[in-house]
């Protein structure tokens, strides 16, 4: 076998001395050992992070904590106010009814249709359906033929449809 030549292998040499040098240009500059100096800072560097972190942890528990609290107290006031208005209010529309039923069957009839037939249909069939039966008849005979059909339509309605919602009901 013959023997490479000095050429060849000098050739080979300054090949791989090449690579090296190629290698250790594009390794980062920083792979120097690092001083005590640059490992406390780098440490103190890492726990301030770490310390920021947890305080964007607390603050962001904390804004969803008073957010649910802030929900949860809207719900509570909104459930209160119908809590209020809703048993009392209606008692009190109740009552105000049987009031004005009382009034118009203490008026004269012919009296009563004329202001009576001025009224919302739904405040009429809701008097009407608390005066006695007398005190109704002889309000609706005073009245326009219009106006009384058209309250005696909404109360044939309105029986109608207490008389579905309940069929088992006796009248």
């Known amino acids: 076998?013959?023997?490479?030549?000095?050429?060849?292998?000098?050739?080979?040499?300054?090949?791989?001395?090449?690579?090296?040098?190629?290698?250790?240009?594009?390794?980062?500059?920083?792979?120097?050992?690092k001083t005590r100096l640059?490992?406390?800072?780098?440490?103190?560097?890492?726990?301030n992070d770490a310390a920021a972190a947890r305080r964007n942890r607390g603050l962001d528990l904390r804004e969803q904590a008073a957010k649910a609290a802030e929900a949860r107290l809207q719900a509570e006031l909104?459930?209160?106010?119908?809590?209020?208005?809703?048993?009392?209010?209606?008692?009190?529309?109740?009552?105000?009814?049987?009031?004005l039923a009382r009034i118009y069957q203490a008026m004269k009839p012919a009296k009563a249709a004329v202001v009576f037939e001025q009224l919302d249909m739904e405040v009429q069939m809701k008097v009407a359906q608390r005066m006695r039966d007398r005190s109704t008849a002889m309000i609706l005979a005073a009245?326009?033929?219009?106006?009384?059909?058209?309250?005696?339509?909404a109360l044939a309605r309105k029986s109608a449809k207490a008389g579905a919602a309940a069929p088992g009901k006796a009248r």
């Open 143 to 153: 009245m326009s033929p219009k106006g009384a059909a058209a309250l005696s339509m």
């Open 38 to 47: 640059g490992n406390s800072i780098e440490k103190d560097l890492k726990a």
């Open 78 to 99: 909104e459930a209160r106010q119908k809590e209020a208005a809703g048993p009392a209010g209606a008692e009190a529309a109740e009552a105000q009814f049987d009031g």
């Open 1 to 33: 076998m013959a023997r490479p030549s000095l050429l060849l292998m000098m050739a080979g040499a300054a090949a791989l001395t090449v690579v090296a040098n190629a290698a250790a240009l594009t390794a980062p500059q920083d792979a120097q050992p």
